[in-house]
């Protein structure tokens, strides 16, 4: 019989997305996932010239690395699914059956009739922005459970010419770390186990050729969009192919099929481009068009947020003077962070108790929120609705709400349990408790916290840690169209929830708790790589950083709180004049840019001086841009060297400009500065990209923002 290779393509402004069968009835494999191909391929020349060789002393027979691969197939590669019924049924054969191609999307469908599986993998390639997004579901077709182990939201091949992996670490207070790792035969396994997103691990990775950097290499990036525990496996095959799988972590029995019912996994979203700068501007531009909330597109207000002013200390006379000083350098949101409910003195008592503390709020929050308004600003609530305390009203009434196992006790972490979030009467009482103080206050805005990790994550036999992200979805969605106007942030301990999952029902992000700039400058740049930044929660915190006690400049903390949505976390009450004065001016700086910058181009430099980070944001009509130097170190040249800016018009004219108010630090520290710092220069766009600019002698710790926009 003659073979009938097949191919299917999908086509974005910039990409195509080939699938090739090397017969009618195979399931496909991606043959290519990148730059726009000519339209007319022929099936066969491409058939022939994939075709793979077959190595001596191995399977009779070549095994395709097609989008599902399986146990049965003899591949030594990671199979889509490991299941069983009762430990029978843990090898299927899939064979194709009904390939749906739609304009941007192709559905595969495909069945094992032995084991009474059915297998559907979707495919999406988003118009403008080149993302691919897939999804799987299996549906169990037969009479009995079927037990799943793992399931791939995708499986699909790397380049082979890859050879280096980066991937985001972390801790609580120091996330987003870039870590590389070269590829090489055998499996890299990224695996989070801690029931939310993590600060230890973020759901996404990205692979490129040797060396790879912001601006230059063969790049893909990957991220699932998902809350919970995640696993992404890189490998390289015994024959040098490389592949991709990632999706749900899962606890053992944790995901059990019923007969008739299916299972959706969680989407992997994908890009690939030129340098990492590439994938970050597709995947941000997939964020706000696809995912985000509508209201991030609208003007992102200035924080302040109460929590490292006053912690606890929930005093009335300090909170009104503390909102009064914070309007007066520019702030139009008011947070009114945790310890606002009872017995919320410290962080032993009081979650799950959603209303107000009458002993330190006699009136309600009233007083409080009328201030706000008063001043001007929008009031904002935080809430950490998923948890409790066990010293709560909420526990004593309902210790049977919380997530455990009967026969363990569940370890406490910031001396707190979860709430299980699949029960219906958990998400009724939360909804009910935060809707009502949504209604009472008109909130504008919650700041949702998520402060541990799950263990033991159980509705006292069996794991339940998938369940807990879709129920607080569900919650969040509810409120949502509930209120249409609420705003939700996502935090989680600092950065350990901002994933796309949650961010489709969310749209600010605590990036860290660690407001130390300097520390920021790496923890932002890595969040960068797959979100936006006008939803990077930035603030300019104390002069002595909370949480590593270091001392930093206050341009340097208002220059990087100005790379994501504004904000303060400081005892404004106790600021001098001139402070005050410098804060109103990066205040007014991030007014007159905000609006082009929830739409702008993120540009992550390569500079050479390691302890030197530049980056820069272009408006989409590429006329204004703004370009971030900061020494995050001392540098070892005397001098840190240019910023050659990117992404400007070639022929366009900009006028190029320090903004930020410290050029008298840069005179301080040197002979001379170079003599555009002074004096206004106007250059066109080619010139500047190609040249670059002298930057003066940066101190560590010192940073600079220059605005270069058309003339
Ligand atoms: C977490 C958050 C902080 C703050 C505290 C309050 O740590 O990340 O910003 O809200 O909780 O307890």
Redesign the pocket.
């Known amino acids: 019989m003659t073979k009938q290779p097949r191919l299917w393509r999908l086509d974005a402004a910039a990409r195509t997305l080939l699938l090739l069968a090397p017969d009618s009835d195979a399931i496909p494999e991606i043959i290519w996932f990148g730059a726009t191909l000519p339209a007319d391929i022929d099936a066969a020349a491409v058939a022939s010239m994939q075709d793979l060789p077959l190595p001596m002393a191995k399977l009779d027979s070549t095994v395709p690395l097609h989008l599902l691969p399986q146990h049965s197939q003899g591949l030594d590669c990671t199979p889509a699914l490991r299941g069983h019924r009762n430990g029978a049924d843990f090898a299927h054969r899939f064979v194709l059956q009904q390939i749906e191609p739609q304009q941007q999307t192709i559905r595969i469908h495909c069945i094992a009739d032995a084991a009474a599986l059915a297998f559907t993998i979707e495919l999406h390639l988003h118009e403008q922005s080149g993302v691919l997004s897939i999804a799987t579901t299996l549906q169990n077709t037969g009479t009995t459970p079927y037990t799943v182990d793992w399931l791939a939201s995708a499986s699909i091949p790397l380049p082979e010419h890859h050879a280096e992996c980066l991937y985001l670490t972390g801790r609580w207070g120091l996330e987003f770390q870039q870590q590389r790792q070269s590829i090489t035969t055998g499996r890299l396994l990224l695996e989070n186990n801690r029931g939310r997103t993590s600060h230890e691990l973020y759901p996404g990775v990205i692979t490129g050729t040797q060396g790879f950097s912001e601006q230059s290499g063969d790049v893909i990036a990957a991220q699932l969009a998902w809350s919970g525990s995640h696993k992404t496996i890189v490998e390289q095959l015994g024959d040098g192919r490389l592949a991709l799988q990632s999706g749900l972590s899962l606890d053992p029995g944790e995901l059990i099929i019923a007969p008739g019912e299916s299972f959706t996994t969680p989407v992997l979203h994908v890009a690939r481009g030129t340098g990492m700068n590439d994938t970050s501007q597709a995947m941000h531009h997939y964020a706000r068009t696809q995912i985000l909330p509508a209201w991030t597109r609208q003007q992102r207000p200035i924080h302040a947020n109460s929590?490292e002013a006053l912690y606890f200390d929930h005093d009335i006379d300090k909170l009104k003077a503390l909102i009064d000083a914070s309007a007066e350098l520019g702030a139009e949101r008011f947070v009114l962070?945790?310890g606002w409910f009872p017995a919320r003195r410290s962080?032993t008592a009081g979650l799950g108790d959603w209303w107000v503390d009458n002993s330190v709020y006699p009136e309600g929050l009233h007083p409080i929120v009328e201030h706000t308004r008063a001043a001007g600003m929008q009031f904002g609530l935080?809430f950490e609705p998923e948890m409790v305390n066990p010293n709560s009203e909420l526990y004593r009434q309902h210790p049977e709400w919380v997530l455990q196992l009967n026969t363990l006790d569940t370890p406490l972490a910031r001396n707190q349990l979860v709430l299980n979030m699949e029960l219906p009467a958990v998400q009724t009482y939360l909804f009910e408790k935060i809707a009502a103080l949504i209604e009472e206050y008109k909130v504008d805005y919650i700041?949702w916290?998520f402060?541990r990790d799950l263990v033991l994550a159980g509705d006292g036999q069996r794991s339940r840690m998938h369940r807990q992200p879709t129920g607080s979805y569900a919650l969040m969605q509810r409120l949502n169209e509930r209120f249409s106007q609420l705003e939700i942030e996502s935090?989680?301990?600092?950065g350990a929830r901002a994933d796309w999952g949650v961010l489709a029902h969310t749209g600010r992000v605590?990036t860290s708790?660690s407001i130390d700039a300097i520390d920021r400058v790496a923890i932002q740049r890595g969040y960068s790589l797959f979100n936006p930044p006008e939803i990077m929660g930035a603030h300019v915190g104390h002069e002595l950083a909370h949480l590593t006690g270091r001392s930093i400049d206050l341009h340097t903390r208002a220059i990087v709180a100005l790379q994501g949505q504004l904000g303060f976390e400081i005892d404004a009450r106790h600021l001098s004049t001139d402070e005050q004065h410098q804060l109103q001016h990066y205040v007014s700086l991030y007014k007159q840019h905000r609006d082009w910058i929830s739409d702008s181009t993120t540009w992550r430099l390569d500079v050479r001086h390691e302890p030197m980070t530049q980056s820069g944001l272009v408006s989409a009509n590429k006329e204004k841009s703004l370009w971030f130097a900061v020494a995050t170190r001392s540098i070892a040249a005397t001098a840190p060297g240019k910023l050659l800016p990117a992404g400007l018009e070639p022929h366009r004219h900009y006028r190029v400009k320090l903004v930020s108010n410290n050029a008298a630090h840069f005179m301080h520290h040197a002979k001379h500065v170079p003599a555009w710092l002074n004096e206004e220069i106007s250059l066109s766009g080619e010139v500047l990209m190609q040249l670059g600019i002298r930057l003066p002698v940066m101190t560590a710790h010192s940073a600079l923002l220059i605005d270069i926009s058309c003339t």
């Open positions: 929590w962070d945790d962080d935080w700041k916290d402060n935090c989680s301990s600092g605590w708790d």
